[in-house]
T-cell receptor, first 111, second 114 residues
Framework: GQQVMQIPQYQHVQEGEDFTTYCNSS?????IQWYKQRPGGHPVFLIQ?????EVKKQKRLTFQFGEAKKNSSLHITATQTTDVGTYFC???????????FGKGITLSVRP | DAGVIQSPRHEVTEMGQEVTLRCKPI?????LFWYRQTMMRGLELLIY????????DSGMPEDRFSAKMPNASFSTLKIQPSEPRDSAVYFC????????????FGQGTRLTVV
C-alpha cells in the first residue's frame, strides 16, 4: 500500500528555535492530515490539507502541501516545551479511503 | 459527546488467554478504525469499518485477531489466543466519512501479555 515517509524519527531542539519536519510520498496524494500525540496520550487531529500548494497556520504552526501534492511540511516557530510530542502525517489510500499514518517524528524541546 | 470511548484502559493477561477490547465511536460517525501502536512499528491500521461493514482488514496480523461491529455504536477487537508479541497500545478512532475527514481517537487500551 501507499506509504508516507517521515525522517528522522527524533529531533531535539532548544526552546525558542524553529523546527521543520516533512512528510514525503512517492505518489500523488488526495489530501494529507497532521496529528500530534503527547507522551502517554492519543493522536489528536491538527489540520487537513487538500489543495496543491495550500498553506494553513495555527498560531506558531504552519502547514504546507506541496505543489505536486507529494509532500507536506510542518513548521513550528519559536518552539516551546508545550510542543513536545510526536507529530504524524496521515493519508488516505486506496479506493476505500483507509487512513494510514507515517512513523511520526518525536520532538523534544530543551528548556 | 464524550468522544470515542475505549475499555478497558489497561489489560494485563497471561499468554494463551482471550482478550477483548471495546470501542464506542462518536455518535453519527460512519467510519471506525482500529490501530495498534508499538515503538518498533508505529501506528498500524488493523481494520477499518464503514457503516458497520469491514472494508479493509489487510492489517490484521493473523487469524488470532478478529473484529466486529454489530451496530453503529459498538465495536470489539478480539485476540485469541494472546501472545506476548501482541503487547501494545490499541487505539480505536472514528470519523464522519472514511479517511477523508478528521479522525477522533479514543484514549487507547494498553495491553500487556505476560
Amino acid at each position: 500500500g501507499q506509504q508516507v515517509m517521515q525522517i528522522p524519527q527524533y529531533q531535539h531542539v532548544q526552546e525558542g528555535e524553529d523546527f521543520t519536519t516533512y512528510c514525503n510520498s512517492s505518489t500523488t496524494l488526495s489530501n494529507i492530515q497532521w496529528y500530534k500525540q503527547r507522551p502517554g496520550g492519543h493522536p489528536v487531529f491538527l489540520i487537513q490539507l487538500v489543495k496543491s500548494g495550500e498553506v494553513k497556520k495555527q498560531k506558531r504552526l504552519t502547514f504546507q502541501f506541496g505543489e505536486a501534492k507529494k509532500n507536506s511540511s510542518l513548521h513550528i516557530t519559536a518552539t516551546q516545551t508545550t510542543d513536545v510530542g510526536t507529530y504524524f502525517c496521515a493519508v488516505t489510500t486506496g479506493a476505500n479511503s483507509k487512513l494510514t499514518f507515517g512513523k511520526g517524528i518525536t520532538l523534544s524541546v530543551r528548556p | 459527546d464524550a468522544g470515542v470511548i475505549q475499555s478497558p484502559r489497561h489489560e494485563v493477561t497471561e499468554m494463551g488467554q482471550e482478550v477483548t477490547l471495546r470501542c464506542k465511536p462518536i455518535s453519527g460517525h460512519n467510519s471506525l478504525f482500529w490501530y495498534r501502536q508499538t515503538m518498533m512499528r508505529g501506528l498500524e491500521l488493523l481494520i477499518y469499518f464503514n457503516n458497520n461493514v469491514p472494508i479493509d482488514d489487510s492489517g490484521m496480523p493473523e487469524d488470532r485477531f478478529s473484529a466486529k461491529m454489530p451496530n453503529a455504536s459498538f465495536s470489539t477487537l478480539k485476540i485469541q489466543p494472546s501472545e506476548p508479541r501482541d503487547s501494545a497500545v490499541y487505539f480505536c478512532a472514528s470519523s464522519f466519512y472514511q479517511g477523508n475527514t478528521e479522525a477522533f481517537f479514543g484514549q487507547g487500551t494498553r495491553l500487556t501479555v505476560v
